[in-house]
T-cell receptor
Framework: DGGITQSPKYLFRKEGQNVTLSCEQN?????MYWYRQDPGQGLRLIYY???????QKGDIAEGYSVSREKKESFPLTVTSAQKNPTAFYLC????????????????FGSGTRLTVV | AQSVSQHNHHVILSEAASLELGCNYS??????LFWYVQYPGQHLQLLLK??????LVKGIKGFEAEFIKSKFSFNLRKPSVQWSDTAEYFC?????????????FGKGTKLSVKP
């Protein structure tokens, strides 16, 4: 998907379980983002990273964790502390290199649909 | 921080009808604005973008949008919709206006086109 890959496509989580969503990009971009999409609520920012080994909380970071050990990878862990994790999760990277990441818009991965069972 | 508002939650049209989806961005200065589309079961794709210059921008599949600074609006238009335009549409802009900060998104407008 334009150089950004999310896996798995579907994920089922049991109560109290942590799960990790994968996001990989081969665009050599510094910035990566995680959004959560719920019906009627648009996209809400969970975490973002502007550079390797650094990341920042977004608007709804509670119950989530991330790491950025490699430039190409930005995995998201949905922890047991996230009480309502059922949602569609989207990873994104800017559509071009540049200091101002919103100049180009974002390229999105195909998403992971997480369901609590 | 700025905000993006999409006032239409769900729009239902018949094929060949004209479309206009509203988007308001709370900053009236120079700004980068975007419309994304999400077809059923697919990821978000860029439909069109406005950076500067001509306020009327054209995107893929016959869509266009006009940035009206005085109204803080960036409405999406298409003269004649097709069944294949059934999708959810998201407007987006920078968190801090201009071109600064992460993108923020409106809540989306679901478009259903009846054949």
């Amino acid at each position: 998907d334009g150089g950004i890959t999310q896996s798995p496509k579907y994920l089922f989580r049991k109560e109290g379980q942590n799960v990790t969503l994968s996001c990989e990009q081969n665009l050599n971009h510094d910035a990566m983002y995680w959004y959560r999409q719920d019906p009627g609520q648009g996209l809400r920012l969970i975490y973002y990273s502007q550079i390797v080994n650094d990341f920042q909380k977004g608007d709804i970071a509670e119950g989530y964790s991330v790491s950025r050990e490699k430039k190409e990878s930005f995995p998201l862990t949905v922890t047991s502390a996230q009480k309502n994790p059922t949602a569609f999760y989207l990873c994104a990277t800017p559509s071009g290199q540049g200091a101002s990441t919103s100049n180009y818009g974002y390229t999105f991965g195909s998403g992971t649909r997480l369901t609590v069972v | 921080a700025q905000s993006v508002s999409q006032h239409n939650h769900h729009v239902i049209l018949s094929e060949a009808a004209s479309l206009e989806l509203g988007c308001n961005y709370s900053y009236g200065g120079t700004v980068n604005l975007f419309w994304y589309v999400q077809y059923p079961g697919q990821h978000l794709q860029l439909l069109l973008k406005y950076f500067s210059g001509d306020p009327l921008v054209k995107g893929i599949k016959g869509f266009e949008a006009e940035f009206i600074k005085s109204k803080f609006s960036f409405n999406l238009r298409k003269p004649s919709v097709q069944w294949s335009d059934t999708a959810e549409y998201f407007c987006a802009g920078p968190l801090y206006g201009g071109s600064q900060g992460n993108l923020i998104f409106g809540k989306g407008t679901k478009l259903s086109v009846k054949p």
